[in-house]
């Protein structure tokens, strides 16, 4: 049978699943060619400035503390350097205040300001889902986010090309952290001793790589593992870990946290972690893995299989994993289409947003990993809800016992597009019990807090104060009043002066390394960009009615 040209593309795309299994220089062959962005425009973006003021905003620290209004904040080049008091609820600001020789000034009067958002989960389109990497960058951006950790970005000289050039602000990105699997970059071989582990870490220290990404591969046994982390450790580098179904069996989220781990992603781990009356998850007789209906189909059903929360065992649990000081980054966006499919599917930006190529990757399809809605039913989706619950218990009891949390997305599959994926996993936070203070602590503060921990001094941003770098985000809206008024497509309310429905909110500014990026601009360079490709390709709009 003939392969089209978009199930070419697809088989490529899985390529990154299958990637993550293995290592060494034959899993660097399986990444498609990354198409990196195109050169920064000032049509996008300005600065950065010898002294740029935003003044009269309302301030969210990013600490936790409260808001409070109002402010001025003076940038320098990519830092700021004063964040100064300019008035009082409801009373003038003081004029003609200082500094009074800024290159440019922003009036923030009525908008809010907060530290730009992390997403600690990432990985960037290959051409089979979008024309080149500025896709994702631009709604990555257009939405808040000016760091991500790449779990992997892209294969490592790519993802070492794109993060130098984001750091020298030559393309509109988010700063970079390159996280790579075991053995990936390098002409060594596949890593599956203590020696070639610390030997691998050494050389990826030197070659631009932040940190390791475990997936429970049958090569990290508990003493590579080990040896990984603590070398990684030794060499200022992070660590997070996928626990896939294929080792978590005897590799749980409990052991591998004891064993150094600094991040668990997603859930994997934690139930296997807190099964009663077993060791192993019950699968029925004809589970077949690789049959990604009955991989993702079945995995909810271990919630019934666990201790319940408030047990002395829930409780043991997340103690031993505190003690360690493990972070969660749950992830709770890309599985969230299993316990609501139409609702994933109709999603008001898929018309706008996605690419066609995408698009083509989320439907149903035995090749393209996450494309697993075969025959999706009501009772997959009671599963997942009832999982969905105790998934959310415990990520919120970690962090009401003090363990830290953070915000990742894993944007590009099961009808998650980059940017408004991230603002998704805002408002699941506040489904599982997350204050909205607290959500904005998780993507800022927190997140930085994770990837600089092993690096030697404290995060340099993350939080709004003098010093920091001058990563910020600039909204017209309080999102800790409504979450969804940083969706790209704003949220909707009603005018009763007009008695119509109007769009409020979304990004006004986001600004990087002192670098201002107008977020509705990034938007529409996106929309025309996804145009583009359906008219290259024939395709037609997600959702809308087909002839």
Same mark, same amino acid.
């Given at each position: 049978?003939?392969?089209?040209?978009?199930?070419?593309?697809?088989?490529?795309?899985?390529?990154?699943?299958?990637?993550?299994?293995?290592?060494?220089?034959?899993?660097?062959?399986?990444?498609?060619?990354?198409?990196?962005?195109?050169?920064?425009?000032?049509?996008?973006?300005?600065?950065?400035?010898?002294?740029?003021?935003?003044?009269?905003?309302?301030?969210?620290?990013?600490?936790?503390?409260?808001?409070?209004?109002?402010?001025?904040?003076?940038?320098?080049?990519?830092?700021?350097?004063?964040?100064?008091?300019?008035?009082?609820?409801?009373?003038?600001?003081? *004029? &003609?205040?200082? #500094?009074?020789?800024?290159?440019?000034? =922003? @009036?923030?009067?009525?908008?809010?300001? $907060?530290?730009?958002?992390?997403?600690?989960?990432?990985?960037?389109?290959?051409?089979?889902?979008?024309?080149?990497?500025?896709?994702?960058?631009?709604?990555?951006?257009?939405?808040?986010?000016?760091?991500?950790?790449?779990?992997?970005?892209?294969?490592?000289?790519?993802?070492?090309?794109?993060?130098?050039?984001?750091?020298?602000?030559?393309?509109?990105?988010?700063?970079?952290?390159?996280?790579?699997?075991?053995?990936?970059?390098?002409?060594?071989?596949?890593?599956?001793?203590?020696?070639?582990?610390?030997?691998?870490?050494?050389?990826?220290?030197?070659?631009?790589?932040?940190?390791?990404?475990?997936?429970?591969? *049958? &090569?990290?046994? #508990?003493?590579?593992?080990?040896?990984? =982390? @603590?070398?990684?450790?030794?060499?200022? $580098?992070?660590?997070?870990?996928?626990?896939?179904?294929?080792?978590?069996?005897?590799?749980?989220?409990?052991?591998?946290?004891?064993?150094?781990?600094?991040?668990?992603?997603?859930?994997?781990?934690?139930?296997?972690?807190?099964?009663?009356?077993?060791?192993?998850?019950?699968?029925?007789?004809?589970?077949?893995?690789?049959?990604?209906?009955?991989?993702?189909?079945?995995?909810?059903?271990?919630?019934?299989?666990?201790?319940?929360?408030?047990?002395?065992?829930?409780?043991?649990?997340?103690?031993?994993?505190?003690?360690?000081?493990?972070?969660?980054?749950?992830?709770?966006?890309?599985?969230?289409?299993?316990?609501?499919?139409?609702?994933?599917?109709?999603?008001?930006?898929?018309?706008?947003?996605?690419?066609?190529?995408?698009?083509?990757?989320?439907?149903?399809?035995?090749?393209?990993?996450?494309?697993?809605?075969?025959?999706?039913?009501?009772?997959?989706?009671?599963?997942?809800?009832?999982?969905?619950?105790?998934?959310?218990?415990?990520?919120?009891?970690?962090?009401?016992?003090?363990?830290?949390?953070?915000?990742?997305?894993?944007?590009?599959?099961?009808?998650?597009?980059?940017?408004?994926?991230?603002?998704?996993?805002?408002?699941?936070?506040?489904?599982?019990?997350?204050?909205?203070?607290?959500?904005?602590?998780?993507?800022?503060?927190?997140?930085?807090?994770?990837?600089?921990?092993?690096?030697?001094?404290?995060?340099?941003?993350?939080?709004?104060?003098?010093?920091?770098?001058?990563?910020?985000?600039?909204?017209?809206?309080?999102?800790?009043?409504?979450?969804?008024?940083?969706?790209?497509?704003?949220?909707?309310?009603?005018?009763?002066?007009?008695?119509?429905?109007?769009?409020?909110?979304?990004?006004?500014?986001?600004?990087?390394?002192?670098?201002?990026?107008?977020?509705?601009?990034?938007?529409?360079?996106?929309?025309?960009?996804?145009?583009?490709?359906?008219?290259?390709?024939?395709?037609?709009?997600?959702?809308?009615?087909?002839?």
């Amino acid at each position: 049978m003939r392969m089209t040209k978009w199930r070419r593309g697809a088989l490529l795309a899985g390529a990154l699943v299958a990637m993550q299994m293995a290592n060494g220089p034959a899993a660097a062959q399986m990444f498609p060619k990354l198409q990196g962005a195109p050169a920064r425009t000032s049509e996008e973006s300005a600065g950065p400035y010898r002294k740029l003021v935003i003044r009269n905003v309302t301030l969210i620290d990013g600490t936790g503390a409260p808001p409070r209004s109002r402010f001025d904040i003076v940038i320098e080049g990519n830092r700021i350097t004063s964040v100064k008091q300019s008035g009082w609820p409801g009373l003038p600001s003081k *004029p &003609n205040r200082e #500094p009074g020789d800024a290159e440019r000034e =922003i @009036d923030g009067t009525g908008m809010f300001v $907060m530290p730009g958002f992390t997403d600690m989960h990432v990985h960037l389109p290959g051409p089979d889902k979008a024309p080149d990497a500025s896709y994702a960058y631009k709604l990555w951006l257009a939405h808040g986010v000016t760091t991500v950790r790449g779990v992997p970005l892209a294969a490592n000289a790519d993802a070492v090309s794109e993060k130098a050039r984001s750091a020298r602000n030559e393309i509109a990105a988010p700063r970079i952290f390159n996280y790579q699997t075991p053995g990936s970059g390098w002409s060594g071989g596949t890593v599956d001793t203590p020696e070639k582990a610390r030997a691998w870490v050494q050389w990826a220290a030197k070659n631009g790589v932040d940190g390791i990404k475990f997936f429970n591969a *049958p &090569n990290e046994t #508990p003493e590579v593992f080990k040896a990984l =982390i @603590d070398e990684a450790h030794k060499n200022g $580098m992070g660590t997070t870990a996928h626990l896939s179904q294929m080792g978590v069996a005897n590799f749980n989220a409990r052991q591998a946290a004891a064993a150094g781990l600094d991040t668990i992603t997603h859930f994997y781990g934690h139930m296997e972690s807190l099964l009663k009356d077993r060791t192993i998850q019950s699968f029925p007789p004809n589970y077949d893995y690789n049959n990604e209906q009955h991989r993702f189909g079945e995995v909810a059903e271990i919630w019934n299989q666990v201790y319940e929360p408030g047990t002395p065992e829930w409780k043991d649990y997340l103690e031993a994993q505190k003690a360690t000081g493990v972070v969660f980054d749950p992830t709770f966006n890309i599985y969230a289409a299993s316990r609501d499919l139409m609702r994933a599917r109709t999603a008001e930006w898929h018309s706008t947003y996605t690419t066609p190529q995408m698009w083509n990757y989320f439907q149903s399809s035995r090749d393209n990993h996450g494309s697993y809605f075969f025959d999706w039913s009501t009772e997959n989706e009671f599963a997942w809800k009832r999982f969905y619950g105790r998934f959310f218990q415990v990520v919120n009891d970690y962090k009401n016992i003090g363990g830290h949390v953070t915000v990742g997305t894993d944007s590009g599959f099961i009808f998650k597009t980059y940017g408004f994926a991230y603002v998704e996993e805002l408002e699941l936070l506040r489904e599982a019990g997350f204050s909205p203070l607290e959500i904005i602590r998780s993507a800022t503060m927190w997140g930085a807090d994770n990837l600089y921990k092993h690096r030697g001094g404290n995060a340099p941003m993350g939080v709004v104060r003098p010093g920091m770098l001058a990563d910020l985000v600039i909204t017209t809206e309080n999102p800790l009043q409504n979450l969804k008024t940083l969706y790209g497509t704003k949220a909707l309310r009603l005018d009763d002066k007009t008695g119509k429905l109007e769009r409020v909110g979304g990004v006004r500014y986001t600004i990087k390394d002192g670098i201002i990026y107008d977020a509705p601009i990034l938007l529409k360079q996106v929309e025309a960009m996804v145009k583009a490709e359906r008219a290259r390709l024939g395709a037609p709009i997600p959702n809308a009615p087909q002839p």
